[in-house]
């Protein structure tokens, strides 16, 4: 739990957002149940509360009926609802219509990832914390893994690296057109006197041009509320503050032509975010359109 794991507003998602049959929307249903069952199991708290997609304007209601619809199609019990209704839901939120989103639910991640790692450790498995991979490399029969730490034989490797999948990759071999750029997401918490204000998690409708959902206010499982994140550039894969840079990280952001496309394309917003990442003002401003 010391990078994405901690490091989120512990959601468990219901998958509305993606495109429906696809694998995201299929393993993002799956994953949810399997997580609530795992939780019970093990008796990991968490809550089914469900959360609301809030329109604050007649030009975000095609996207919100576009997203109704394509949750309907991956099977999630939605409701359709208007302001009167929202503000049942959520007495100090500003909107005109909403998705109530109910299989949507927070839980307590780092409980989760200390669980699995007991159990595993119980079972007999061996966690190699602090254990950089240099290469891979495949036989017929085994899969070495080369570490720092000497060289580990299995009968074959899984890379789920996260921020560090597009270099396991290519220490395995395998070359690709592709590389992570990190975005690193910012929050804000809610004053304990004025946790009042939010019931339970309220979204923005997304921008569907990119992978982020928006500032949003999440109620977390021990009772604080978050407010955000937005999403500015990284300059270390694994940096949380503005400050943290890694010479490696910026230069293989600054040499990947996918960036530049995207930074090109993409620049007015970009700013937009940096300036809110600087400015509590102006990340308040934005956020007054959901909680004025």
């Known amino acids: 739990g010391a990078h994405q794991t901690g490091h989120n507003s512990g959601v468990i998602h219901s998958g509305i957002y993606y495109k429906p049959g696809s694998y995201k929307a299929r393993f993002a249903r799956l994953g949810g149940e ?27 209601l095609p996207l919100l009926d576009n997203l109704y619809h394509r949750g309907l ?8 609802i208007d302001q009167a209704r929202l503000r049942e839901l959520e007495p100090h939120v500003s909107g005109i219509h909403a998705i109530r989103v109910k299989e949507t639910g927070i839980v307590d991640y780092p409980k989760v990832c200390e669980t699995m790692a007991a159990l595993l450790q119980d079972a ?5 914390l602090n254990t950089e991979v240099e290469r ?3 036989n017929r029969t085994a899969v070495d893994v080369i570490t720092r730490r000497g060289v580990r034989t299995f009968d074959f490797a899984v890379n789920c690296a996260g921020l560090h999948s597009d270099r396991i ?4 071999g395998i070359t690709a057109d592709l590389k992570i750029v990190p975005f690193r997401g910012e929050y804000y918490k809610l004053r304990p006197e004025k946790r009042y204000l939010v019931k339970n998690l309220v979204y923005p409708v ?7 959902l928006g500032v949003h206010l999440t109620r977390m499982i021990n009772g604080e509320v978050e407010v955000g994140p937005n999403a500015v550039l990284g300059f270390k894969r694994e ?17 990947f032509k996918g960036f530049w496309k995207l930074a090109f394309k993409y620049w007015r917003e970009g700013a937009e975010e940096m300036v809110r990442s600087y400015s509590k003002k102006a990340f308040l401003k934005n956020l007054q359109r959901l909680l004025p």
């Open 34 to 60: 399997m997580l609530i069952q795992f939780c019970r199991q093990n008796g990991i708290p968490y809550e089914r509360c469900g959360k609301v997609i809030v329109a604050t304007s007649k030009e975000e």
């Open 73 to 80: 199609q991956n099977g999630l019990d939605l409701e359709l």
């Open 124 to 128: 007999g498995a061996e966690l190699l």
């Open 136 to 138: 891979i490399v495949e």
């Open 169 to 172: 990759a290519r220490a395995s």
């Open 206 to 212: 997304p921008n569907p041009q990119f992978p982020f």
């Open 239 to 255: 940096g949380y503050k503005k400050t943290d840079m890694d010479a490696k990280d910026m230069l293989d952001i600054f040499f």
